[in-house]
């Protein structure tokens, strides 16, 4: 059983920074998407960024551009965002997804096809 486990949330005054990481476990073979996805309260999940096997491809979300960046571990099977100059609308719970036997950088929540639990990120003065 495919296993996603996401750790480093936490509580963050704004222009803070977060380094989240996503530990994925179980039979998988490459290739497989690794998205960041993150759910504010009363509101959709979103995409945030999102990182292919080969080639290696990105895509990230407008509002977090510049500021987030993914990067990909295969030997330790962990993917991470670095978060930096975090704003209160940053705050959610971020998960990590897979999308399995795929090159495709997906920011869609459909189609994803492993989901962690989930870390909470809150940014608050």
């Known amino acids: 059983q495919v296993q996603l486990v996401e750790s480093g949330g936490g509580l963050v005054e704004p222009g803070g920074s977060l380094r989240l990481s996503c530990a994925v476990s179980?039979?998988?073979?490459?290739?497989?998407?690794v998205s960041w996805f993150r759910q504010a309260p009363g509101k959709e999940r979103e995409g945030v960024v999102c990182?292919?096997?080969?080639?290696?491809?990105?895509n990230i979300a407008d509002s977090v551009k510049g500021r987030f960046f993914i990067s990909r571990d295969d030997a330790q099977h962990a993917t991470y965002l670095e978060m930096n100059s975090l704003k209160p609308d940053d705050t959610g719970v971020y998960y990590c997804?897979?999308?399995?036997?795929?090159?495709?950088?997906?920011?869609?929540?459909?189609?994803?096809?492993?989901w962690g639990q989930g870390t909470q990120v809150t940014v608050s003065s």
């Open positions: 997804a897979v999308e399995y036997r795929s090159n495709n950088c997906r920011l869609s929540a459909t189609g994803q096809d492993y």
């Open positions: 179980g039979f998988i073979r490459e290739p497989y998407a």
């Open positions: 990182i292919t096997t080969w080639p290696r491809i990105t």
